[in-house]
């Protein structure tokens, strides 16, 4: 006997429901919108109509140039003060004996120039009696010369200790100037500056072409997360059924350490597998970075698949597999010929949720595709998380790439929600 | 007929090593032997082509920096914040779905949403409402109800960051919560209400006197489950905001986002969070788990 509901209660209760809907669905429906209609150009910042252009974009069926978004004169702004700078270099670094010129013509008058106006400074501000302003400076330039020694013991009183040394530094450098060694440390660094701006140029134009590669990303994600899911399933196929079914010494340890990584996290063993990549070399090439990106995702999927299939085999019983066995089949054949087939939904499960936690990882994806950049490995989450934060993210690309790859996932799960959450709630799930 | 039984275990012993093998090798080379590493260089000044052995100095140099410290207590807030607030969300969902109702397969399925979605397909949204020039938020919050100041900036100042972060972490888990406390209510037999009912109890005595006694438990363990996971959680922190500023974004920080790695600091300071959830752990499997 259930007591009635009032219908005070009943409304409050429909509520209750629709406010939760509401709040869950709110990302869910900005995420539809903007990608349905942000116009391209950030400055703008206004939403145009409906629109299925970013779409096509990420697909690569049209493709606007950056130009279109972003007009031309933006680009050109951003590139002209750095042409300007390397035409200056340059001319500067042509040969030795330019850059000399350079140094004794342009440098060394700028800094001859702001030693005279300290010294003038500081011979008006402590009231110097000098009889011929022009000499006096010119010999307290000179150090060790009398009024060098006068001048520094006024600016003592007057600045503070650090600025004394930085105009005997200025001075001391002015004097070494045009010595060897110091025009040719001088050339060298003008060099490397002028490296560092064409590496500037060509990222301000490179930049400027790469369009936004989605399907180059949807493809690596594709592969890492399916790989290893697939790995990760034949590992844990033979352990849990060893786990499930067979006696064996150690079997105890061998599982409380698997769920020792069922809760560790990959924050902490980071350090650890970032040192061993780079010590064996592994992350020199993107093949060797691929591979071993690919095995900590298994050992990340591992414990999850162990766990579910290992509670699974338990329901299956026993006396299917006695049998064969009797009728001639080996342990190991009873596993391929019994076993998986008759857990093949629990099999498609486990596979759906490893491909999941490789399809969603970050940090190691990051630590070992980011260091040297093999941007054609990039999965979806570090490319996605990069376009952000380039100068060319538009909203209405980066939500349609994430409607783009939210909707298999979630039509999977509908589809497949019976299994799927009775694995949550037998601990399948590994974060 | 002893000889035959000890040859079939030895037998069953051989071919159960066989099976966990791969298993075991994966995990020596990729867990075990990386833990110890990490222990091993936490007692070095480790660059990048050289080593000193510096004895327990990184760890003096983590306690005696104020930014651990301060990270250390952000990562605390944010665990306990997001683990009380997905425990009473979920609890709440729970309690609702409990109870039969029209249209109930659909909205099951839409509080599974946030949970099932991949992370990085939902994380930009989350961006995109709190972003301090045009997002939502903003707008509705500053621009239209001037509640908040139009400077607040949610998502990049390092004071507030992980706030944004907690929100948006039980927001993403507490579908989990809700699933473990759901099928634990479901099994809760229903002539313990009814017997209730008779001796005029009302809605608050039955969900304390008999709800709450039943779940208990399951929710003790979902809350150590989410409070392990939510302290070394850093996908959904970093993704969100790089300025939250938990324990494993200053590991990174001081690993992968910057140009001189500090990598002995940083296996000290991995160390010292893998003592902290050794402890939550073996809490869990002492008082929660039975494998």
Known sequence: MVRKKTPFRRVMFALGISLICFFILIPFYFMVHVSLKADYDPNKMTFSDFTIRNYLEIFGLIQSSETEFFGDEIIRANLEPVLKRIDELEERTASIEVYTRYVHDVQLKAKEKELRDIVDLVIDFSGIDVTDREEFIENSLVPGTEEASIIEENMKTIFSANDVKRFTDLRAEVDNALSEEALAAGFEKAKAQLELFEAQKTKILEERASEFPFLKYLRNSLIFAGISALISLFVAILGAYAFSRLRFKGRGLVQRSVLFVYLFGGTVIMVPLYQMAVKLGILSTPFGTGVYLIMVYVIQTLPVSLYMLGNYFRTIPFSIEEAAIIDGCSRVQAIFKIVIPLSLPAIVTVYIYAFMIGWNEYLFASAFLGLKSYKDLFTLPIGLNAFSGSAHAVWGRLMAASVVSAIPIIIIFTLMQKYLTSGFTAGGVKE | ?291
């Open chain 2, 1 to 291: 007929m002893q000889q035959a039984a000890s040859s079939i275990l030895k037998k069953e012993n051989s071919l159960g090593w066989k099976l966990v093998s791969p298993t075991v090798i994966l995990l020596m080379i990729l867990i075990i032997y990386p833990v110890a590493y990490n222990i091993y260089i936490s007692f070095f000044d480790y660059g990048i082509t050289s080593s000193t052995f510096v004895g327990l100095e990184n760890y003096i140099r983590v306690f005696k920096d104020a930014a651990f410290w301060k990270s250390f207590f952000i990562t605390v807030g944010f665990t306990l914040m997001t683990v009380i607030g997905s425990i009473l969300l979920g609890l709440g969902v729970a309690l609702m779905m409990n109870k039969e109702f029209k249209g109930r397969a659909i909205v099951r399925t839409i509080i599974l949403l946030p949970y099932i979605t991949p992370l990085i397909s939902i994380v930009f949204s989350w961006k995109y409402i709190f972003d301090p020039s045009y997002g939502p938020f903003m707008q509705l919050f500053s621009q239209s109800l001037g509640w908040v100041s139009p400077q607040l900036d949610l998502l990049n100042n390092s004071n507030n960051a992980f706030f944004v972060a907690s929100i948006f972490n039980i927001w993403r888990n507490f579908p989990f919560v809700y699933l473990m406390l759901l099928s634990r209510l479901q099994s809760i037999p229903d002539e313990y209400y009814e017997a209730a009912e008779i001796d005029g109890a009302t809605s608050w005595n039955k969900f304390t006197n008999i709800t709450l006694p039943e779940i208990y438990f399951v929710m003790g363990a979902v809350a150590l489950m989410r409070g392990i996971w939510n302290f070394y959680k850093f996908d959904e922190v970093y993704l969100i905001s790089k300025r939250a500023g938990t324990l494993p974004i200053f590991i990174y920080e001081r690993v992968i986002g910057t140009t001189s790695p500090e990598y002995g600091v940083a296996a000290a300071i991995a160390t010292i969070l893998m003592v902290i959830m050794l402890g939550l752990i073996t809490a869990y499997v002492k008082k929660v788990l039975k494998w």
